[in-house]
């Protein structure tokens, strides 16, 4: 399970795909070729995200698609999940690591160069920096786009470990995260939205192997 | 750490301490007599409470103290706590016994007899029932107080592990829990909104004995 081989990367959000579960969602999506799946599920209990979450480490495992848990080390240690992916405001990388353990993956979540440095050298395999458009709920000004694409350049060359590009990423816009540097990027809304989560996920695998063969 | 000899519980809000920081409060509870502390802390995040915890268990761990984590297995492995206090939507009994092993203390949050035999049969070893009275922030009539109490007994009656009470309890109602034959007695604001948190658990132990020995 290595992060630098991802380029399409999911994170579940049940309220944001149309009235499907999450399931159904991740199941098109391996379908449509997605490398990793985040199980985040913002806003519902433990229980519920164990149980969502022991459903998609059945599909995943079947296909060889990487999963990881939100914040939580413990669910994703119950489910047997790959990995956990952290922010700024979870337990601290170095802690998920002395719990999960040398091979697990762990990501952090940065978006400043500090907090990528720090990120790295307490251990994260990949870190996840945005907004780098904003996002569909929270609409950036067109002149205001260049800061996020910036910001994804400054972190790649501050760090060695891989860096996704996460908020507001389309198929369309996809491309020059890539160009700043990305190893891929990391969508909600754009797959779990999608009226056809794999024709989706096929679009955005696509753009992203254009915007990595620039 | 057996459950069993626990008769004063204090599960820790720092927003409801009167502008102190729980780590005082615990403090002060440790030297009134405090059995077991719950860093709950709702509506912080992860790092935080981590943080708190962490500090917290270098106090109970130098006197004794039992500490337990609200929800998280993974804050309670991070901290070196005793165990952890689960309610029914956070992850399973079960698999928090698998994650912390035979030695750990296990609590759960049960409202019905059924969910109290469900909890015992699942590996826990002590439940936290209530509302007994209500809460302070959720008052409740006068003719309904007798509803928690008759829980209490009817759980006690069903299940052979340790029971606290929980909801509304203060010294001033704490012995009927005890007849009503729990083993102790859970509370928070009763001690963390106290002016003074040593005497408000050195009141609480007095009532509960009083109660215990009736």
Redesign the interface.
């Known amino acids: 399970m290595n992060p630098r081989d991802w380029q399409t990367y999911l994170v579940t959000q049940e309220s944001l795909s149309g009235g499907r579960r999450s399931l159904e969602v991740v199941t098109e999506a391996i379908a449509g070729g997605v490398d990793v799946v985040q199980l985040r599920e913002k806003g519902t ?4 995200r ?1 149980e969502r979450g022991s459903e998609l480490r059945e599909v995943t495992a079947e296909s060889g698609v990487g999963l990881l848990v939100n ?5 994703a ?2 489910i047997d999940a790959d990995g956990v992916h952290l922010g ?5 990388v170095a ?2 690591r ?2 999960l353990g040398p091979d697990a993956v762990i990501g952090c979540s940065t978006s400043t160069v500090t907090e990528a440095r720090e990120a790295e050298a307490a251990g994260a395999d990949y870190l996840g920096v945005g907004a780098v458009y904003g996002t569909s709920s929270k609409d950036v000004p067109e002149e205001q786009n260049g800061t996020g694409l910036e910001l994804v350049a400054e972190i790649v060359d501050a760090v060695s470990i891989p860096v996704f590009g996460i908020g507001g990423i389309t198929a369309e816009n996809a491309p020059p995260v890539l160009e700043a540097g990305a190893t891929g990027v990391a969508v909600i809304s754009e797959i779990t939205a999608a009226e056809d989560p794999e024709a989706a996920t096929r679009a955005l695998e696509a753009a992203v192997s254009e915007g990595d063969g620039r």
Chains 1, 2 share one sequence.
């Open positions: 209990d433990a229980r519920w164990y914040d939580r080390v413990d669910i240690q119950a700024q405001s979870d337990i601290p802690v998920a002395d719990l």
